[in-house]
């Protein structure tokens, strides 16, 4: 184990760990709820399981500090954080797309055949982060590798997120008055917003991460709590939130004044 390894297990901070846990427990217990609530099932699930990779990357490295199997805890914390928020990713891309679907109609809108490739390309990057990540704590031959693996998975993500929050911009410009009509409530004409905050919240962490992977376990990103705290917690804590605020079957339900049944994406 390298030396960054042991320099992390020495510093974590339990309470801010544990506070994180609990944290996205509740988020987790918001959402099981929210999709009960509205039967928002794509956007739900995804949003779900994020809360329980989070949970599971947090417990995880409370592990770190407490267990005597210090590879297991982080690769749960490693590979349990970069779901989580990768999954946070697949519901923006959800989210996103009921948007163009209901308020795109000046382009055409997005198919569900196209979101399912986007989708499946970041899963493809969630599972090259986590084969990558699950060798390099081992060190010896397989510790270049196994970073080679981690990066491409990130940067894929990342190149993926750009060219996705590109695309929804365009669109919105495109479409102004359409995404945020006269006479809407604030509520629904903000909702735009918030996924677009969530979006750049994501590509900060994905750089992040890109930064973190190319500068290896030795370096300040990896063993400095402060820049994980903002630059990876925070980011995924707050697009957390944004996204409970802003639940698109709540934004549909109270936010919208009319509309049909047809008009839902799925």
Request: charged share 10%.
């Amino acid at each position: 184990m390298s030396s960054g390894y042991a320099y992390l297990i020495e510093h974590i901070n339990l309470g801010s760990n544990c506070f994180l846990t609990a944290y996205f427990g509740l988020l987790l217990a918001a959402h099981l709820f929210l999709l009960s609530y509205t039967h928002l099932v794509h956007f739900g699930y995804a949003w779900c399981l994020a809360m329980a990779g989070e949970i599971v990357g947090y417990i995880g490295r409370i592990m770190i500090s407490k267990s005597s199997n210090k590879t297991t805890a982080i690769i749960m914390d490693s590979v349990g954080l970069n779901a989580g928020a990768s999954l946070m990713i697949a519901g923006l891309y959800v989210a996103a797309a009921r948007v163009l679907k209901q308020r795109a109609t000046n382009i055409g809108r997005t198919s569900p055949g196209l979101l399912r490739v986007v989708l499946g390309i970041n899963i493809a990057s969630i599972a090259l982060y986590s084969a990558g990540v699950a060798i390099e704590p081992n060190g010896g031959s397989h510790y270049q590798t196994g970073k080679d693996l981690a990066i491409a998975g990130t940067v894929i993500q990342l190149a993926l997120l750009i060219a996705f929050s590109a695309n929804w911009l365009f669109s919105w410009r495109s479409n102004h008055r359409d995404f945020c009509p006269a006479g809407q409530t604030l509520y629904y004409n903000s909702f735009p917003a918030a996924i677009t905050l969530g979006m750049v919240l994501m590509v900060v962490r994905c750089c992040y991460r890109v930064a973190l992977q190319a500068e290896g376990s030795t370096g300040k990103l990896f063993t400095h709590p402060i820049y994980v705290g903002i630059l990876d917690s925070l980011m995924a804590a707050i697009t957390a939130l944004i996204m409970t605020v802003f639940h698109p079957g709540l934004v549909e339900r109270y936010g919208v004044k009319r509309m049909s049944p047809e008009e839902s994406y799925y």
